[in-house]
T-cell receptor
Framework: GQQVMQIPQYQHVQEGEDFTTYCNSSTTLSNIQWYKQRPGGHPVFLIQLVKSGEVKKQKRLTFQFGEAKKNSSLHITATQTTDVGTYFCAGPTGGGNKLTFGTGTQLKVEL | DAGVIQSPRHEVTEMGQEVTLRCKPISGHNSLFWYRQTMMRGLELLIYFNNNVPIDDSGMPEDRFSAKMPNASFSTLKIQPSEPRDSAVYFC?????????????FGPGTRLLVL
């Protein structure tokens, strides 16, 4: 079945360092979504990318959708402690409205 | 809008007991999803409904799990009998449905501990 993998699984950074997580799908996606889950919280939608090669920015966060629409990345510039959490990518699969979530990247930011 | 509402927020029960988790999706959303999250297995889709109809229950672990959606504003996930390995956080999520409308809005989750 459809698989969505993310790397790395864990990332520890010092505050102020940059962070990137990569998402790879086994099949082409019509769109890719990113979610953030704070420790003890629930996944919260961040953004959706639809077009091949699309790049979107939210303050210090930059999201990119690959040309082949099978991969995506999230880059955070100058991390802050508020960035702590697990970042998931997700893509629609199997028809209907189902999303397949990636394995997630857990980010820890140390002072 | 109140968002997706789940109850209870925490549940501690003993092995063999019946557990019922409840979810109220966002008004107007046509799709509802039940997920289970554990450290070992991550975020797993258990079942989802479109317009109150179960579409895909392939993620339901076994017959001890059942889910219903009697109307557009309410769904339940039942575990009977519960086992310690069912301990996890169970999330309900809803979405509008339709092309490029798959964005899901998650409830706060139910943290289940089966002793």
């Amino acid at each position: 079945g459809q698989q969505v993998m993310q790397i790395p699984q864990y990332q520890h950074v010092q505050e102020g360092e940059d962070f990137t997580t990569y998402c790879n799908s086994s099949t082409t996606l019509s769109n890719i979504q990113w979610y953030k889950q704070r420790p003890g919280g629930h996944p919260v939608f961040l953004i959706q990318l639809v077009k091949s090669g699309e790049v979107k920015k939210q303050k210090r966060l930059t999201f990119q959708f690959g040309e082949a629409k099978k991969n995506s990345s999230l880059h955070i510039t100058a991390t802050q402690t508020t960035d702590v959490g697990t970042y998931f990518c997700a893509g629609p699969t199997g028809g209907g409205n189902k999303l397949t979530f990636g394995t997630g990247t857990q980010l820890k930011v140390e002072l | 809008d109140a968002g997706v509402i789940q109850s209870p927020r925490h549940e501690v029960t003993e092995m063999g007991q019946e557990v019922t988790l409840r979810c109220k999706p966002i008004s107007g959303h046509n799709s509802l999803f039940w997920y289970r999250q554990t450290m070992m297995r991550g975020l797993e889709l258990l079942i989802y409904f479109n317009n109150n109809v179960p579409i895909d229950d392939s993620g339901m672990p076994e017959d001890r799990f059942s889910a219903k959606m009697p109307n557009a504003s309410f769904s339940t996930l039942k575990i009977q009998p519960s086992e310690p390995r069912d301990s996890a956080v169970y999330f309900c999520a809803s979405s509008l449905g339709g092309d490029h409308q798959e964005t899901q809005y998650f409830g706060p989750g139910t943290r289940l501990l089966v002793l």
